[in-house]
C-alpha cells in the first residue's frame, strides 16, 4: 500500500500554510500535472502521493511571490469586549 500525504503533513514538510499548499494541489490538478494516485478524499481533503511532493514543491518555489499563492485570511472579528474588575 502505498503511503500518501494530507494537506496538514505537507504544509508541515514543505514550511507553508496548508491554503498554499490546498491552491497548489487544486492548481496542479485542474492542469492535469498530478498522478492518479493523488485524489480527493472527502469534500475537500486531499491525498497525495509521494512522486507528486516534488512537483507541488517546485510549484510552490517557483510562484512564491505570484498571484496563485495570494491567499486572503479570514478577518479576525472582536465580538464582544469584556472588563474584568478585579476586587
Not at 494537506?7 to 487544486?26: F, H, I, K, N, Q
Not at 492548481?27 to 497525495?48: D, P
Amino acid at each position: 500500500m502505498t503511503t500518501r500525504f494530507s494537506l496538514s503533513e505537507l504544509s508541515e514538510m514543505l514550511g507553508v500554510p496548508v491554503d498554499v499548499v490546498r491552491t497548489a494541489v487544486e492548481h496542479l490538478a485542474g492542469q492535469k500535472e498530478l498522478t492518479a494516485e493523488t485524489f480527493v478524499y472527502g469534500q475537500r481533503s486531499w491525498r497525495v502521493a509521494p512522486s507528486d511532493v516534488k512537483r507541488l514543491q517546485d510549484w510552490i518555489q517557483s510562484d512564491a511571490g505570484g498571484e496563485n499563492l495570494r491567499v486572503k485570511r479570514p478577518q479576525r472579528r472582536i465580538k464582544r469586549k469584556q472588563k474584568v474588575e478585579d476586587k
